[in-house]
Every structure is written in structure tokens, then in C-alpha cells.
């Protein structure tokens, strides 16, 4: 078992930052990958950016490249989601993901971001 908390989200205006933590504790030498997605009213949940335990390489949806980073911090288990220049369209609730070696995949509670015009 994984267990994954986060921490960090909140109100913003648009333009602002927020960074956003995912710190994994349990059985976390199984993780493959973690990311984030995230799930607005009314609409689907959607990868926003991932990041390989392996190798550390990333991928970020189109609507936040430029905008978003992923890391991550092997001594504290935690990945980070950095979000710079905020929009509105980003308003939604951010779940932090962790995918095993098996593809048994593990949840976070998720964390609010609202960005005000």
C-alpha cells in the first residue's frame, strides 16, 4: 500500500503561483511514477504532469507546458507541482497519482485550486 498526501493548494488571482506537494509514504519503493491531474466541475479528470521514480523524465498536458513543473525529492518521497502564471481554466481539484511497477495505481485526497479573474 501507498498512501499519498498533499498540501499546497489555495486561492489565487490569475497570473499568480502556487506550488503544489505530494509526499508518499507506505510501500513506496514499488512507485514507478507519480503525477497530477486534475478534475474541474463538470469535466473529467485529466493528467496534468507525471514524472518517472525511474528516470526522472516528465510529461505535462499541452495546456500547462511552459506554465507547470514537476519535480521531485527522493530524500522526502515528495513530488512538487510548481504553477506559475495561473489562469481561471485552472481552477479545479489537483489529485496526486502514484503508478507501480504493476500499474496498480494509488490516490491522493485532493487539494483545491481556485484562480480568480
Known amino acids: 500500500q501507498v498512501q499519498l498526501v498533499e498540501s499546497g493548494g489555495g486561492l489565487v488571482q490569475a497570473g499568480g503561483s502556487l506550488r503544489l506537494s505530494c509526499a508518499a509514504s507506505?510501500?513506496?519503493?514499488?512507485?514507478?511514477?507519480m503525477g497530477w491531474y486534475r478534475q474541474a466541475p463538470g469535466k473529467q479528470r485529466e493528467l496534468v504532469a507525471s514524472?518517472?521514480?525511474?528516470?526522472?523524465?516528465?510529461n505535462y498536458a499541452d495546456s500547462v507546458k511552459g506554465r507547470f513543473t514537476i519535480s521531485r525529492d527522493n530524500a522526502k518521497n515528495t513530488v512538487y507541482l510548481q504553477m506559475n502564471s495561473l489562469k481561471p481554466e485552472d481552477t479545479a481539484v489537483y489529485y496526486c497519482?502514484?503508478?507501480?511497477?504493476?500499474?496498480?495505481?494509488?490516490w491522493g485526497q485532493g487539494t483545491q485550486v481556485t484562480v480568480s479573474s
Open positions: 514524472i518517472s521514480i525511474v528516470d526522472s523524465s516528465t
Open positions: 507506505g510501500n513506496r519503493f514499488s512507485i514507478a511514477s
Open positions: 497519482n502514484a503508478y507501480t511497477l504493476v500499474r496498480v495505481a494509488y
